[in-house]
């Protein structure tokens, strides 16, 4: 069955960087687009970026643009997302995605809270 397992969150100061990875199981991962979604405490989720195939296709959410990278590594089944100059804003739990035959599969979420 289709998995997706997200590590690498945690406690950072603003300014700081983490890197979240996201390692897939279950479907032909290069075959299909991911995105990493986030949910702040109390607001809903929305979609920080996303990527084809291939990373030379990408999506940014404005307001990480120039901060985030995603990236992904078709021999190793995972999508990782690179976070700079982290804001306190940017503190949700956050989610890797896929869209497979028309499903959603996402993972359990791994918590980011930038904090001094």
């Known amino acids: 069955q289709v998995q997706l397992v997200e590590s690498g969150g945690g406690l950072v100061q603003p300014g700081g960087s983490l890197r979240l990875s996201c390692a897939a199981s279950?479907?032909?991962?290069?075959?299909?687009?991911m995105s990493w979604v986030r949910q702040p405490p109390g607001k809903p989720r929305d979609t920080v970026a996303s990527?084809?195939?291939?990373?030379?296709?990408?999506w940014y959410k404005d307001s990480v643009k120039g901060r985030f990278t995603i990236s992904r590594d078709n021999a190793k089944n995972t999508v990782y997302l690179q976070m700079n100059r982290l804001k306190a804003e940017d503190t949700a739990v956050y989610y890797c995605m896929t869209h497979i035959d028309g499903l959603e599969y996402w993972g359990q979420g791994t918590q980011v809270t930038v904090s001094s």
């Open positions: 990527t084809g195939l291939t990373e030379k296709i990408t």
């Open positions: 279950g479907f032909t991962f290069s075959g299909y687009g």
